[in-house]
């Protein structure tokens, strides 16, 4: 077994080990929130799955970037929340009930939302491309719906065991993901460099800002609902992504997968400035309300 494949199989592992110890604070209720909430998960649908693909589509035809970019922006648009992003949301303010229900329902949506969206892309592009739900079903469950109804369970049965659990669990699956994402970095950093340039990072940028801006405006009057949703509409599935890709581009597949893992490395940096002003404004302290004159 080669380093490379030692790796992968450790991010799986970090993966499904972080989703849980985050969702051995939830609960069902959590984890189904958005179904009692049919307006904000309107609002999340067209961020993230109506906006963002209309942009990236525009950005593909608009301008001459490599292809590898145009498909992989393309597929990040359509893709649902990745797996470890509710620790990021959690960490500038997200409310548990807005992030769980956030991450469940996107799963389980896009089950039957990819494949369509797929499809009419593919239509729009004049492609043959399309992947089954089953396919999609597999990366969610795998990746998400697994480890998240685990995790409630556990919480569900051993409400005290989960609490004192989550945080240690968490910090061994965040030491495992940075092991095992270094040595597969180094294996992809030279096609990843092989893309830069052309505006392809500025294309991946412009990706994420708009991300970013939609999903903080269509966020509603919360601010903790106007972060979470930012950062899911900019911050997309990876692995699901690459998978959509190695269905129908095989011949791509391995600069797709470079574009993907370029892409996390400029997310990552765009989203700095907003993750640390949600963080500012969070730990300001909240100014209650003067006297009331008049009062009797």
Not at 115 to 144: C, E, M, N, W, Y
Not at 201 to 211: K, P, S, T, Y
Not at 225 to 252: K, M, V, Y
Not at 275 to 288: D, G, I, M, N
């Amino acid at each position: 077994m080669g380093i490379a494949r030692i790796a992968m199989f450790m991010l799986q592992a970090s993966v499904f080990l972080l989703v849980f110890s985050i969702d051995l604070r939830a609960t069902w209720q959590d984890a189904t929130s958005l179904f009692r909430r049919p307006a904000v998960l309107a609002r999340s649908l067209l961020s993230m799955n109506v906006v963002m693909p209309v942009f990236a589509t525009a950005v593909a035809r608009v301008f001459d970037l490599h292809p590898a970019i145009k498909i992989a922006l393309v597929l990040l648009a359509v893709s649902p929340v990745p797996p470890i992003l509710p620790q990021r949301q959690l960490k500038v303010g997200g409310s548990l009930a807005y992030v769980h229900g956030l991450l469940t329902e996107m799963s389980l949506l896009s089950i039957l939302v990819v494949p369509f969206a797929v499809d009419v892309l593919g239509r729009i592009f004049s492609q043959d491309v399309h992947i089954a739900p089953t396919a999609v079903a597999k990366v969610v469950v795998k990746t998400i719906l697994l480890p998240l109804g685990l995790g409630i369970l556990v919480h569900g049965r051993w409400p005290r065991f989960a609490e004192r659990a989550s945080a240690p669990l968490r910090r061994i699956a965040n030491l495992l993901l940075l092991a095992a994402a270094l040595p597969l970095l180094g294996v992809a950093w030279r096609p990843v460099m092989a893309l830069i340039g052309n505006g392809a990072v500025l294309a991946m940028a412009a990706f994420c800002v708009v991300g970013v801006a939609v999903g903080h405006w269509l966020g509603g009057p919360d601010p903790s609902e106007r972060s979470t949703l930012a950062l899911a509409t900019a911050c997309r599935h990876p692995g699901l992504a690459i998978a959509i890709a190695a269905a129908n581009f095989p011949e791509q597949r391995r600069l797709v997968a470079a574009a993907v893992v370029l892409y996390l490395l400029v997310s990552t940096l765009v989203l700095i400035p907003y993750t640390a002003w949600c963080k500012r404004r969070l730990s300001q302290p909240v100014e209650s309300p003067g006297p009331q004159h008049g009062a009797a």
